[in-house]
């Protein structure tokens, strides 16, 4: 068991590039989940898988944001059209069942310039 | 929209000392969860309290879950330099996979 693993650590971009980020959750974890964290609060749900099946959506996830997790493994974010106020850390967690514990990865700094 | 605030929101003390620190919702949760969170890492999982009045007890920290589950404590004993983070409260429902944060509070103790 290597944890979530998440990739890149930090990002720096210039507002308007696009960014994706890669989460690869605990092998067997079935739910995965994206939340982001803004300094000084705490982190705010953006959306989360069952396997392949996006389940959920937070109204806090604009059309310039969308989420994968192709064959139910890994997970990537991507960003599109970046802007100053996109600036946060990003987390993924995985859990093996619905209300079971979950594991964080270390999170992707980002930073819009 | 369920909110969780947590107070202090910043607390720095002695090393040895105690503290207490809170979560308070307007709204009932099935259970509450608490987190600390180191800088530059995910949130890492100490406890999780389902029953109305439940006490849970790990080593020198003590929660307790309100009795109509609209709140929670945090107690920690003889406070330690590692104990220094940021303590997250979260709140789920049955049937809902998301969590909401409180706002957390960053405590730090000095040696």
């Known amino acids: 068991d290597t944890g979530v693993s998440q990739d890149p650590r930090h990002k720096i971009t210039k507002r308007g590039q696009n960014v994706t980020f890669r989460c690869d959750p605990i092998?067997?974890?079935?739910?995965l989940y994206w939340y982001r964290q803004t300094l000084g609060q705490g982190p705010e749900f953006l959306t989360y898988?069952?396997?392949?099946?996006?389940?959920?959506k937070s109204r806090l996830l604009s059309d310039r944001f969308s989420a994968e997790r192709p064959k139910g493994s890994f997970s990537t974010l991507e960003i599109q059209r970046t802007e100053q106020g996109d600036s946060a850390m990003y987390l993924c967690?995985?859990?093996?069942?619905?209300?079971?514990?979950?594991?964080f990865g270390s999170g992707t700094q980002l930073s819009v310039l | 929209t369920q909110l969780l605030e947590q107070s202090p929101q910043f607390l720095s003390i002695q090393e040895g000392e105690n503290l207490t620190v809170y979560c308070n919702s307007s709204?009932?949760?099935?259970?509450l969860q608490w987190y600390r969170q180191e800088p530059g890492e995910g949130p890492v999982l100490l406890v999780t309290?389902?029953?109305?009045?439940e006490v849970k007890k790990l080593k020198r920290l003590t929660f307790q879950f309100g009795d109509a589950r609209k709140d929670s404590s945090l107690h920690i004993t003889a406070a330690q330099p590692g104990d220094t983070g940021l303590y997250l409260c979260?709140?789920?429902?049955?049937?809902?996979?998301?969590?909401?944060f409180g706002t957390g509070t960053r405590l730090t103790i000095i040696p």
């Open positions: 967690a995985s859990s093996p069942w619905v209300g079971g514990k979950l594991f």
């Open positions: 092998s067997e974890h079935n739910r």
């Open positions: 898988f069952q396997n392949e099946a996006q389940l959920e």
């Open positions: 709204s009932v949760f099935s259970s």
């Open positions: 309290v389902v029953t109305g009045g």
């Open positions: 979260a709140g789920g429902n049955f049937g809902n996979e998301k969590l909401t």
